[in-house]
């Protein structure tokens, strides 16, 4: 209900506020006001600087593979990272919701962009206050962008998954890793280029990630999520274990894969 009430909005959104490559600064506000009332309903929402950063860039190579790169610092405690592109037919791409496994510092993920756009970013600390921040990036037809693999190449691959470690981990110290997901996420804006009918929508709705059994995070994806999402996040092992991960989509399909990391711990340096 939550993603049809997104979608209606951001409809509505570009019914009231056209489609051009530059709005004016009051009609980005009036969008803002509208998304964040519709996400966050009256709750206030204070500035994020110094706090929590959004780095993306400001002219997108491609509108269908936007990196974004949110930091967090400070001592406040995050539980939620909200992703939220303005301008998107569905503006909530995603939501990461952190266990005690995760190390919530840094999160590196791709996303569509529509239009040219504010994006934002907003976290939730643990004791329910809302900070955010924001980033303009000049990228358009993200989400309707074709996808230029075979559609039935792109089916026998869906679901697979790898990880990639930035360095070998180590007991009791923050490891960041890279979950990288086979997965066309079509969202129903794509036409196939051949038959010039649309591609029926299907794309990945929740990935969760654990330690064993301690939850690193939820994350609960949308339309707006790239091909092939590629997501880098921090964790940290208590004990040698493995990292399980579970991916949903649309069509009520899941996935599974289990990351056995026991033999790849190295022994803490006693320096």
Known sequence: MRRLMLLALGLLLSAILPLRAEESDADRAARWDLVKQAVFGARPIGDGTGMVALDAPARAMD????PIDVTVSGTRKVKTIYIIVDGNPSPMAGAFHFGPAAVPHELKTRVRVEQYTLMHVVA????????ATS???KAAGGCSAPSEADSASELQQIGRMKLRLARPPVLGQPVTAELLIRHPNNNGMQMNQVT?????ARYIQTVSVSYDTTKVFD????????KDPEITFTFLPAQPGDLNVMVKDSDKAVFRKTFNLQKSFETPSQG
């Open 63 to 66: 509108a269908a593979l936007v």
């Open 124 to 131: 939730e600390t643990d004791d329910g206050q809302l900070y």
């Open 135 to 137: 980033r303009f990036v």
């Open 196 to 200: 010039r009918n649309y591609i029926p």
């Open 219 to 226: 994350f609960d994806a949308d339309i707006s999520l790239s």
